[in-house]
């Protein structure tokens, strides 16, 4: 769908003394608006939430494993303060059983303690050739680990964010079955290389093209793996001759869209913050002159579209006419993708990475505030 341009918006004149970068024109037309942003679950109706019961009991685990690994300290903090990821496990993961909690809530801290060292601000955001070999890596742990002689005993000198990683696919592993551990492997391959790909976006002259930005994130970002990771949280593998049926790789790619969608509306606020504009919001205003209510409203409509071609693909799933068992896993799978896009909006709801719980209203409404704000 190509978006409309919004002529409301006219850019003020620059002057020729003091010419502004592509990068600083759009912080200087968005600094300091405030946007009020719908109840974005209210978007995806027929997909209700549920969560584990088991969060608190997990995050005292969780408390006892975080002084284990070799993480700054500082970032620790930071990460158990706002992000919660125990919750997040759990409104992906709801009907898993407690001792697969803590396996699943360690990955997810993972993931984002590998992210945040490329993303602005993070050790690695200007150093290309740093985050290579860091990229280099954690791909030869993943190789190690879920490859077909796996290893899972890390080699010295690691930087903690891959030395923790191999004892995470190592009890991952030994719940998969071979088909989904190797998907597993590919799909790590894909978000670590997808990582790397991002950090040369952002230090990039010129911002990209949201919609074809929009595909390759679509491709490669982390909730892939999660997905299959269902498969080691409900304890089945679906068959390979299912999960490349076209229906069922079309939704496990719409589920991803829409995650990567509703992400870059509820994560606007803290990603302008520290000047990361490879958001989607940032890039359709860049790319066809919206206002800033035009770009969200962009980005919402996509949600919209996305989600009722996902709803419609049910239709063409290949369900058994006598395999009661298969159908039942496949049903596992589906509403395990359809979760990851529900799971990370409720999340988001519920803890202060993105924005306060001040900002959210009784409705779910957030008023996201694009102000240089000292948190």
Request: hydrophobic residues 35%.
């Amino acid at each position: 769908m190509a978006p409309e341009v919004d002529t409301r918006y006219i850019p003020a004149p620059i002057s020729a003394h003091e010419p502004l970068d592509e990068r600083e024109q759009l912080i200087k037309r968005v600094l300091n608006q405030k946007i009020l942003v719908p109840d974005i679950l209210s978007l995806m109706p027929a997909w209700t939430s549920e969560v584990q019961p088991d969060v608190d009991e997990i995050n005292e685990e969780i408390d006892q494993w975080l002084p284990t690994i070799n993480i700054d300290e500082k970032k620790k903090a930071k990460h158990r303060a706002r992000g919660n990821y125990t919750f997040l496990t759990a409104v992906y993961y709801p009907h898993c059983k407690k001792d697969k909690m803590l396996v699943l809530s360690q990955f997810l801290y993972w993931i984002f303690f590998f992210d945040d060292e490329i993303d602005n601000g993070g050790d690695l955001t200007n150093d290309s050739e740093g985050t290579r070999q860091f990229c280099g890596e954690a791909n030869r742990c993943i190789d190690d680990c879920l490859g077909p002689s796996p290893d899972c005993t890390p080699p010295a000198g690691l930087p903690g964010t891959v030395e923790m990683l191999y004892p995470i696919l190592r009890d991952l592993r030994a719940g998969l079955g071979p088909g989904a551990t190797e998907r597993l492997r590919r799909e790590l391959h894909d978000y670590v290389d997808g990582v790397n790909r991002q950090q040369r976006v952002r230090t990039s002259d010129r911002l990209p093209n949201p919609l074809y930005h929009f595909q390759i994130r679509s491709d490669d970002v982390g909730v892939i793996p999660s997905i299959t990771q269902n498969e080691y949280a409900m304890e089945f593998e679906l068959p390979q001759h299912i999960r490349s049926h076209e229906a069922v790789e079309f939704i496990v790619q719409e589920c991803t869209k829409l995650t990567v969608l509703l992400n870059d509306v509820l994560s606007l606020q803290k990603e302008f913050r520290v000047s990361q504009l490879e958001n989607l919001v940032m890039l359709f205003m860049n790319e066809y002159n919206l206002s800033l209510k035009g770009a969200v409203n962009q980005v919402l409509d996509l949600i919209r579209e996305h989600y009722a071609i996902c709803v419609a693909a049910e239709e063409r799933l290949p369900w058994s006419k006598t395999d009661e068992k298969l159908n039942a896993d496949i049903r596992q799978y589906i509403r395990g993708a359809q979760r990851l896009a529900t799971g990370t909006a409720y999340w988001s709801y519920a803890c202060e990475r993105y924005f306060k719980n001040s900002q959210v209203n009784e409705k779910r409404e957030v008023l996201l505030d694009l102000s240089y704000v000292r948190e």
